[in-house]
């Protein structure tokens, strides 16, 4: 039944799936060729200022970049543990109705479980767990899609919000600066925040502001 019921949406939006997929498929290739020009470019200019040094570069770029992904996923795995457990002790259940008068007021959204999402997706922003947040988000819009083949006002509202994000704790960047040797590394959280509250509002108002005036462009055409 499910997949009878996925394949006559897909039969449905044939065209907007084919898009989809090859839209990515061009930014895929596009970022692979982009990148693989840069490291081409580099080794070409490291072999003629200092060709001795290029197999030392080389092979220290690899050890520091092992490094940083071992450190980063020590990051990852608390706060996504963290996530977890809030899941499944029913606080996902508790955020989501502290958080629900203003997801209602903000996204428009009525539906509980939809509005429970976006409470995970935002909270783990908001810890810095950009990583972890990605599949909430995607979950999130798939609840959020009415099936039109466009982005509605609740989905652009949660993209803005993803983009802008209130970093309360950004613990990627303190794991960066972390391994970087900083003498300070949560130093940035105070910065951090204001920053991200006022791009976050200014964000949240704009989408608001168009919305409102896409409306009366609309109702002027009629």
Known sequence: MVYNTLSKKRQHYPSCYAMSFYLSLSIKISMNIFWLM???????????????????????????ALSLVVELCAVYVVWLGFIELIDASGLAEKLAKLLRPLIKKIFKVDNEETQKLIALNLSANMLGVGNASTPLGIKAVSALDDHTGKANFAMIMLIVINATSIQLLPTTVIGLRASAGSSAPADIILPTLIVTVTTTVIGILLVHGIEKLRKKIKERKK
């Open 38 to 64: 840069m490291m081409l470019f580099s080794m070409l200019v490291l072999l003629i200022t200092n060709p001795s040094a290029m197999l030392e570069e080389m092979i220290g770029a690899s050890t520091s």
